[in-house]
């Protein structure tokens, strides 16, 4: 009788709170030091020439009433140094292989157009080329990673890209960035040697990339020894495991700093459904989708365990992110979609996953940086707001080189039509003054999931939080009500005696801070 009545009482409060209760999650931390750093460049972005990216983001020339410095905007440039973005992916994705970098030098005025064949078919005035670039982050502390021209560009073009970029001594591309106004080299140290060249990068196969690859990566000098330059291969489509074993066969470990990774979260190539409308069907075929990063890094990082078992090539997933049909009314071309709480539970999972392959996982780049894909920042004119995806991205930055703290814990199901996803997605870290970091997402769309922490052992006692959630998942920032969702302080949790008790809402991503 007394059990019928507290289940009675359970029940009546979740039909209050409109949410139903699960059984609690026990996660474990283990404080160890054998865990590897979360490279800081897991949190890196990427700026395409695509759409409304570069022109009408980014950048909008210095003779824009926008304030800007050097023709980049000031609001976008203070919103992504709050970030502390550590590196930023240009000028592609499948413009790269159609790019030459030395129409975009010199005076802009003398600069040649080409047609963004990839996108839009746009004519393509170069006036935001390498200096442009490459200034852009230095004022934005980020590294740059320039994605090199392999499909239509030669041996001696990239050659040339890096010497004019990083020799500082007397040669013809250091004398010509003498001549267009640089003294110093900007050292560039990530380089990408093609993109997609199973597709939009020349529709290679993974054997004939490989010699591509081993030509390319020669001729790319180091100069001067500036600290080494990182040459990193396109990467596999999703769950091309073959490319992967062919590449790291094929490819001397000491040749390759870094094989890339695209993966793009997707309901269906042919029917991707709308970034603001969708249902719960879309919301957790989106999730599925997305969560399969977890395999994907798993699968390729087994294959290259076998060729480089001590972890020298990095796996970087250049390319990641939703991908949902345009807004409606833009150009189908400029890939212009908004972002709601799917897209920051969906960030907020995906970069658990980083987090926790650390130990391969060294950088990956979110696409796309502004008005592309899932963004974190989106314009129009003068205005700008960041999206669910930006505050999950800056919740996130105290991981960026700190310890892993490795979890284990058995997840709860999200059940959805007889289908089920993990759903508790979870990391933590420690950083460099001792404080501990755990960020959990609840994928759950209906349900709080309850979780307990022992944090007896993680020389930590007292607790905050934050949280981004909403009412809806549907619910997103606009140019109107743009601080409809932003972080808050976080009070679901109570620390017993040693013990964390915390109540994740549905579809939320919070970040627990321990000191
Ligand atoms: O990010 C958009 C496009 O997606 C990139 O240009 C390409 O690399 C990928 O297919």
């Known amino acids: 009788m007394k059990k019928t009545i507290q289940l009675l009482l359970v029940l009546a409060f979740c039909s ?33 020439h695509l759409g409304r990216c570069i022109y009408g983001g980014f950048f909008v020339g210095d003779t824009s009433k926008i304030p800007n410095t050097k023709g980049v905007r000031n609001d976008i440039i203070a919103a992504l140094k709050e970030l502390q973005i550590p590196n930023l992916r240009w000028p592609g994705g499948c413009f790269a292989d159609t790019y030459h970098w030395k129409d975009g030098i010199g005076l802009q005025q003398e600069r040649p157009t080409i047609v963004n064949k990839w996108w839009g078919g746009t004519t393509e005035d170069n006036s935001f080329g390498t200096h ?39 040669s013809p591309m250091s004398d010509l960035r003498k001549k267009n106004g640089r003294t ?3 050292k560039v140290k990530f380089w990408g040697i093609g993109n997609e060249a199973w597709g939009c990068g020349g529709n290679m196969t993974a054997e004939y990339y490989a010699g591509e690859y081993r030509k390319f990566a020669t001729f790319m000098s180091d100069w001067e020894n500036t600290g080494g330059i990182t040459r990193i291969a396109s990467g596999s489509n999703s769950e091309d495991y073959n490319w992967t074993e062919v590449l790291m066969k094929s490819i001397p470990n000491n040749m390759l700093g870094g094989l890339g990774v695209h993966h793009y979260a997707v309901i269906d190539w042919s029917k991707k459904g709308d970034g603001t409308d969708f249902s719960e069907d879309g919301y957790f075929h989106t999730m599925k989708s997305a969560l399969k990063m977890e395999e994907l890094v798993t699968k390729h990082a087994a294959i290259m365990d076998k060729y480089d078992p001590a972890k020298k090539v990095a796996m970087i997933v250049d390319e990641w992110g939703a991908w949902y049909e345009v807004e409606k009314g833009t150009n189908p071309g400029f890939l212009y979609q908004q972002n709601t709480m799917r897209d920051a539970v969906l960030a907020g999972a995906t970069l658990n996953i980083f987090n926790n392959h650390a130990d391969r996982v060294r950088m990956a780049n979110l696409a796309q940086c502004v008005n592309v894909l899932q963004a974190v920042i989106l314009t129009d004119k003068a205005k700008m707001i960041t999206t669910p995806t930006y505050s999950v991205m800056k919740m996130y930055r105290v991981h960026q080189d700190a310890k892993l703290l490795p979890l284990s814990f058995q997840s709860p199901l999200y059940t959805f039509n007889g289908e089920t996803l993990p759903a508790i997605s979870a990391s933590a870290s420690k950083d460099k003054n001792g404080a501990v970091h755990i960020s959990l997402v609840n994928v759950d769309a209906k349900n709080n999931n309850k979780i307990e922490i022992d944090i007896k052992d993680l020389g930590v006692k007292n607790f905050t939080g934050t949280i981004i959630t909403s009412a809806k998942l549907q619910d997103y920032n606009s140019f109107e009500n743009p601080n409809k969702i932003v972080p808050a302080v976080f009070k679901g949790f109570e620390n017993k005696k040693g013990k964390l008790e915390i109540t994740v809402p549905p579809f939320s991503v919070l970040v627990l801070e321990g000191k």
């Open 184 to 186: 110093e080299p900007w």
């Open 132 to 170: 442009d670039f490459l200034n852009m982050c230095e004022v934005l502390g980020a590294e740059p990673y320039l994605s090199g021209n392999v499909g239509s560009g030669t041996v001696q073009e990239l050659a040339d890209w890096v010497q004019y970029t990083n020799f500082s001594g007397k």
């Open 16 to 48: 209050q709170t409109g949410f139903a209760q699960k059984e609690t999650t026990i996660l474990t931390i283990k404080n160890t030091a054998e865990a590897p750093t979360i490279n800081k460049n897991i949190y890196g972005h990427f700026a395409e």
